[in-house]
């Protein structure tokens, strides 16, 4: 009977693989040309071929410049990242913000003052615990137009999902029983 069930259960257990993340955002990195999937909430935000971090466009933003993308409802606890890239000549970037199911919404100033080049802002641990991500904004700054390129909110990846570890462990716990069936009966033979 267990010969049934342990060459599944192995095969089964090795072949669990952690999910992959994938990012929640429509039009991540404005390669549409447009602002497709994105609301222009604030100002006068462009789609611009003058610089991009990867690609060929990026968003050109002044201080009242906001985009805003909204998207279904995500668990804090199944966000893995949040960030972006930005282009700028220094001067504080004056806010980005995460909407809530809740119908709150949190800002934060991202201080880079001093920052030249493209840099990558890692902004996920400023998400709220407990609540559901619906939507993600970010301005421009105020001493010229911040290039914004390659949002990313990735979902998953890293941690394998519940059924993942319920078979691994499956699989597992059926090789030590064949391990032990195996050895109690060369002790016996012997």
Do not use: C
Request: no cysteine; charged share 10%.
């Amino acid at each position: 009977m267990l010969r049934k069930f342990l060459i599944p259960a192995l095969v089964l257990g090795s072949l669990a693989v952690p999910a992959q993340a994938s990012n929640v955002l429509s039009n991540p990195g404005f390669e549409t040309g447009t602002f497709a999937s994105w609301t222009i909430a604030n100002g006068t935000p462009t789609v611009s071929s003058a610089q991009a971090h990867s690609g060929t466009y990026s968003d050109a933003a002044f201080a009242e410049d906001q985009i805003k993308q909204t998207f279904g409802a995500v668990a804090t606890s199944q966000i893995t990242e949040v960030s972006f890239w930005a282009l700028r000549d220094g001067g504080p970037f004056d806010l980005y913000t995460f909407f809530y199911s809740d119908s709150t919404s949190q800002d934060f100033i991202l201080n880079a003052i001093g920052a030249s080049g493209w840099n990558q802002y890692n902004v996920t641990s400023n998400l709220a615990a407990g609540k559901n991500l619906v939507g993600f904004g970010i301005y421009g700054t105020t001493s010229g137009p911040t290039y914004l390129d390659d949002f990313v909110i990735n979902v998953g990846g890293g941690v394998p999902e519940p059924s993942t570890w319920a078979m691994m462990l499956l699989g597992f716990g059926a090789m030590g029983v064949a391990m032990r069936r195996r050895r109690s009966k060369a002790l016996q033979a012997a």
